[in-house]
């Protein structure tokens, strides 16, 4: 049994603030937080640490960005709000982003430790940078930049 996550903890302290300051949109938006963290810390049977965390996070990020371009494109004002208000509660959590030289030179060090050649070498170096990037960089971006170096 891992140690439990002080992310989840640092959530968990969270909500009780905001349930004591009667901040209900905080706390509706945390509490889905916590749902998520639960739902699969209940599949997984383990407790999840502050990486796992993490993963949680970008990707329920990656689920209102997602959201967002649909109601846009809908014409629901009061639903892109709703998400974007949820999208930057949920941002808080997450580690400052990487700038793209970060980027760059994260992928670079990953290829040179797995000593990359070719595209089929890309599964290597994406385990290697996922846990180092998860929350910070847009892995779909990372994937993209590996792709390049290797092609």
Do not use: H, W
Request: glycine fraction near 4%; proline fraction near 3%.
């Amino acid at each position: 049994m891992s140690a439990p996550s002080s992310l989840k903890d640092q959530i968990q302290a969270d909500m009780k603030s905001a349930m004591r300051a009667g901040d209900k949109e905080n706390l509706a938006t945390i509490r889905l937080i916590l749902a998520a963290i639960k739902q699969v810390e209940v599949d997984t049977r383990k407790e999840l640490s502050d990486a796992d965390v993490i993963g949680i996070l970008d990707k329920m990020v990656k689920q209102r960005r997602e959201s967002i371009d649909q109601f846009e494109q809908a014409g629901r004002q009061d639903l892109v709000d709703k998400e974007k208000s949820e999208l930057e509660i949920i941002s808080e959590y997450l580690p400052a982003p990487m700038s793209e030289t970060e980027i760059v030179a994260a992928v670079e060090k990953a290829l040179q430790e797995t000593s990359a050649s070719s595209m089929k070498d890309m599964g290597a170096v994406m385990a290697l940078l996922k846990p180092q990037l998860q929350g910070c960089a847009d892995m779909g971006k990372v994937s993209q930049l590996v792709k390049s170096k290797l092609s």
